[in-house]
């Protein structure tokens, strides 16, 4: 009785411990694009659909172990990560940089590539409307840590919308900044918006 008393101790220990050193994470964006490049490569890479964003995470991350996670969501449901936790590395430093671009390959499909100091990773993808997907931040409305996954980025192609002018003329579009606004989980976009198809990416930190 006394040993399986200390056991249980020790494991509420160390769940304590364990809490204790989570650390607060912030989440930056850049667009590649427009400030890393020059009017013709800004005018080429318009041409040729291609779309680069970055993200920067902060906080006292220096030697934690991380691994980039990606979600696809189909019909409305997440599925597991596609990774499988493969694609993982080291932060060196209090920031972790990570970079992705895409390009249209076909009506629905397109190539994504990411750069972090875990490496390159190129992945094909199957996404609806692939002309109109871009790179969307996932801004949630809590503090986030090292304690749970974090959403990073979302690729997707918003939500088309259809309403009609004074005039009967019929205005067709895509909403893309109310998703972004929301605040809420990637996960739980198809619950508030009309979205069945597309793509978000965590990272979890060990």
Not at 10 to 31: C, I, P, S, W
Not at 108 to 120: C, F, N, P
Not at 152 to 164: P, Q
């Amino acid at each position: 009785m006394k040993k399986r008393l200390l056991c249980l101790a020790m494991l509420f220990a160390t769940t304590l411990a364990g809490r204790a050193t989570a650390q607060n994470v912030e989440v930056k964006y850049q667009d590649l694009i427009a400030t890393e490049s020059s009017e013709l490569v800004k005018a080429v890479m318009d041409m040729q659909g291609v779309k680069a964003f970055g993200v920067t995470l902060c906080g006292d991350i220096d030697g934690k172990r991380f691994s980039i996670r990606c979600h696809r969501v189909v019909n409305g449901e997440a599925q597991e990560d596609s990774f499988r936790g493969f694609y993982s590395g080291k932060v060196n430093g209090d920031s972790l940089n990570i970079k992705f671009y895409s390009i249209v390959t076909a009506p629905d499909s397109v190539k994504l590539r990411i750069e972090s100091s875990a490496g390159v990773f190129n992945m094909p993808i199957q996404i609806k409307n692939s002309a109109e997907a871009l790179f969307m931040e996932t801004f949630l409305n809590e503090k986030l840590s090292t304690d749970n996954p974090i959403p990073i980025i979302s690729f997707n192609a918003g939500e088309a919308f259809s309403t009609e002018l004074p005039n009967g003329m019929k205005l067709e579009g895509r909403h893309y900044c109310p998703i972004r606004d929301e605040h809420i989980h990637p996960s739980k976009w198809p619950e508030k918006f009309k979205m069945d198809d597309y793509i978000y990416f965590e990272v979890k930190f060990e």
